[in-house]
């Protein structure tokens, strides 16, 4: 089993346990090994109009591992799940997740020279305040290039410090079904912005 079928499949176990009352599964075979910040998002899939999309129920993680990848995802998969107001087993089958995972977690200066658009992230701190920018928001939003700066100070402020992190994003192709390793940096939104800039 390929390494995003095997983050999926844990979060999937957990939602479900989380959901029946059950204890969470916080050991794994080759997740426990690991250690890694992890985001976890919940889409529904909508149909209207003669055509489906997909729309975020729910999302959450940490950019720094608190223990190992298993404990954490498990952790953060209850967690997410219960906190999406009447969600069922039925609704977790009819759903896409998402993982991304987070590694590399280094001070920024802001410079977007030579950032790794679809690829690295960003965490600010401003205060007591905390905010996360994944490349795939960044993309849906179109925050790449000096958006992305503007778009972070009119959530947080002028931050205190940036960082900015490396990801892998694995993803459910429809509900319970394959699961790829998404390639951000081919978006065509990216290309636009570099041909633009060149």
């Given at each position: 089993?390929?390494?995003?079928?095997?983050l999926i499949a844990h979060v999937r176990s957990a939602m479900l346990?989380?959901?029946?009352?059950l204890p969470v599964p916080e050991r794994h075979p080759v997740l426990s090994a690991m250690r890694a910040g992890v985001f976890v998002a919940v889409e529904s899939i909508v149909r209207s109009g003669g055509y489906q999309r997909r729309e975020v129920r729910g999302s959450l993680g940490t950019v720094e591992p608190f223990q190992d990848l298993a404990y954490d995802l498990a952790k953060i998969?209850?967690?997410l799940v219960y906190s999406i107001p009447?969600?069922?087993?039925?609704?977790?089958?009819?759903?896409?997740i998402e993982v991304t995972l987070v590694e590399g977690l280094v001070g920024w200066d802001g410079s977007l020279d030579g950032f790794r658009w679809g690829v690295e992230g960003v965490y600010a701190v401003s205060g007591s305040r905390r905010f996360v920018v994944l490349p795939q928001t960044m993309i849906e939003r179109r925050l790449i290039g000096?958006?992305?700066?503007?778009y972070v100070e009119s959530m947080v402020g002028v931050p205190d410090k940036l960082y900015k992190f490396k990801t892998?994003?694995?993803?459910?192709?429809?509900?319970?079904?394959?699961?790829?390793?998404r390639e951000l940096w081919k978006s065509r939104v990216i290309r636009q912005y570099l041909e633009v800039m060149r």
């Open positions: 089993m390929s390494l995003g079928s095997e346990s989380r959901l029946r009352g998969s209850a967690k009447r969600f069922t087993e039925f609704d977790l089958r009819r759903s896409v000096p958006p992305l700066l503007r892998r994003i694995f993803y459910e192709l429809r509900p319970e079904g394959d699961v790829i390793e």
